[in-house]
């Protein structure tokens, strides 16, 4: 069933429903609650000499961590290995009670599995201990994302999706096409600096594009930005129109995040934000009217504002670092 999904999910996504998921994963579960490790009782290959080819459980439970990557990726479902985290947790405690390590003759340790079908020596077996660290690289990888998307939701910060995943084009095509329209100085000769929208693109879009190579040298990706002007020049929507050409999400941050647990926990509830947003990956991060925690401290404005935002100001720049970091 799950190397099923998963062949259907690499030819056919679009055939796929949430429904439909869910009830799979029904089954899966219901699997798990008879033994934690899906053992396979159907070989693969079987002859008549008596000669089976069994899959291995873990390779099971890699195709499902696959199959719920590309269910992420195609939009199915964007907390799929979140809801279902519970699955490959018990699987995992199961593996790590299969561990086994030993020493050979010459006095050098070994760390690893053996078959969970035949056991006919002390040691270990190889391909087996290839699959089982190959799962656990990518089930942290999936673990990391899962962590992330956990942090921003119980940090209660503001998280959305500008773009229109039936409208999206591919990944930077949006920036070159539909939003060089907008180019506000369009008059100015091309390698001007002040053609704003060509310079983001070159700086920020085409570095990470791995759809259209350059056709000259790639600029080194920029992450961060300041933008400056009165109210209503576009600033937030210049975030949003980042997030459409990347399809990454648009997170907003405002001093109201930091100041919401009272002034006696402003430190600790502005690191824990900056530790959640470190912790998102392909995630446009907006900081909102952030000029009062960095104004600088030998300015007036510095001076007249209240003692909660002097209070945030010298650590404000550390963390900051620390983010683009």
């Avoid at 089976?52 to 199959?67: D, G, N």
């Avoid at 790590?96 to 006919?120: D, I, N, P, Y």
């Amino acid at each position: 069933l799950v190397f099923s999904l998963e062949g259907l999910l690499l030819l056919e996504p679009q055939s796929v429903n949430r429904g439909f998921l869910d009830r799979i994963f029904q089954v899966i579960r219901q699997g798990q609650e008879r033994n934690p490790y899906w053992r396979p009782v159907k070989p693969f290959v079987s002859r008549p000499q008596g000669h089976v080819l069994f899959p291995l459980s873990v390779e099971t439970a890699h195709a499902m961590l696959r199959c719920c990557a590309l269910i992420e990726a195609a939009r199915i479902d964007s907390d799929c290995f979140s809801r279902n985290v519970d699955l490959f947790r018990r699987y995992v405690d199961w593996l790590w009670s299969r561990l086994k390590k030993g020493a050979l003759q010459s006095g050098r340790t070994f760390v690893g599995w053996h078959s969970e079908h035949v056991h006919l020596h002390q040691g270990i077996h190889l391909w087996e201990t290839s699959q089982v660290m190959v799962f656990l690289l990518d089930y942290a990888v999936m673990l990391d994302r899962h962590i992330a998307r956990c942090a921003v939701a119980a940090a209660e910060l503001d998280v959305k999706q500008p773009w229109d995943a039936d409208k999206q084009p591919e990944f930077g095509a949006y920036w070159g096409s539909e939003r060089r329209a907008g180019e506000p100085l369009e008059g100015l000769r091309t390698s001007s600096d002040f053609r704003i929208y060509d310079r983001i693109g070159e700086c920020f879009i085409a570095p990470l594009d791995p759809t259209t190579p350059a056709p000259g040298p790639v600029h080194e990706p920029l992450y961060y930005l300041l933008l400056y002007g009165p109210p209503g020049t576009g600033k937030t929507n210049f975030a949003e129109e980042l997030c459409k050409a990347l399809h990454w999400s648009l997170i907003t941050v405002t001093p109201s995040d930091f100041i919401r647990g009272g002034e006696s926990e402003v430190e600790e509830r502005a690191k824990r934000v900056f530790d959640v947003l470190a912790a998102q990956r392909n995630a446009v991060i907006l900081l909102d009217e952030i000029d009062r925690m960095i104004l600088d401290r030998d300015s007036k404005r510095y001076g007249l504002q209240s003692d909660i935002f002097q209070f945030m100001t010298p650590g404000m720049l550390t963390k900051l670092a620390d983010l683009r970091k």
